[in-house]
């Protein structure tokens, strides 16, 4: 049996003045905006939870003014990590998007009580997690389908 009638002999060439491949080449628009929007939240989160983590000055005067104790600072901060970690790792990006947004309608509620302004405090949690769900929404096309129904 000929198996080079059936099958053309195929060769492979190594080209070493092609154009290396872009990891980014292959990703829609939306994708990519979702993915720095994601980088620029989660660098915003990040730097929430060193603040409440290393307790400089500011924070503990932030956390004293909302009406909360400094031994409360520690906790506040790791109940942010653990939502910041989910919605970092892919496979648990939902469910911490989901967590995410209860710990920032905690935000608005507080700061309501605090009786902040209302655009620049108190809203600030809504703005936050709205950001997250579009950067989620933009970066999984499937998550798209599910709550725009595209």
Known sequence: MNTEAEEPMMTV???????????????????????????????????DVVGKLTKPQAVIDGTLQLGFQEKHILVIGLVLLVGVVLWTIPRTAVIGAIYLTGYLGGAVAINLRAEQPVAGFVLSGVYVGVLIWVAMILRRPDLRRAVLGR
């Not at 080209?15 to 980088?39: F, Q």
């Open 13 to 47: 060439t190594s080209d070493a003045t092609a154009a290396p491949t872009k990891p980014w080449a292959n990703r829609s628009k939306s994708w990519i905006t979702g993915m720095v929007l994601t980088v620029l939240i989660w660098a915003f989160l990040v730097f």
